[in-house]
């Protein structure tokens, strides 16, 4: 279970660094851009809908926005800016050496 959960956050932390080089991208969207930006505000923002001081459900909600809206982001992206993001991300990421799994 806590390989999957560990496979689970790379592919998003993946999917962020995408997201991204998709946002510095001159061919996204501005409305997308401005989606992207209000949702990294909601999740490091102290004031969210559930209070971060309730234990769990606290955390909850800026995970389940992270893990709901940066997919339905990347794929409201159009395709050329998404493939240039990729491979920007992917070059990010092999520098890092988080790269390939």
């Known amino acids: ?21 998709a946002c510095r991208n001159p061919a996204t969207p501005i409305h997308l851009k401005l989606l992207a930006l209000v949702a990294a505000f909601y999740v490091i923002s102290p004031l969210d809908v559930v209070p971060d001081w309730l234990a769990l459900l606290g955390i909850a909600d800026d995970v389940t926005l992270i893990a709901l809206g940066v997919p339905l982001l990347l794929k409201l992206l159009p395709q050329p800016a998404l493939q240039q993001a990729r491979s920007s991300a992917e070059g990010f990421l092999a520098r890092m050496r988080f790269g390939r799994s």
């Open 1 to 21: 279970m806590f390989f999957r959960l560990g496979r689970i956050f790379r592919s998003v932390g993946r999917d962020i660094v995408v997201l991204f080089y």
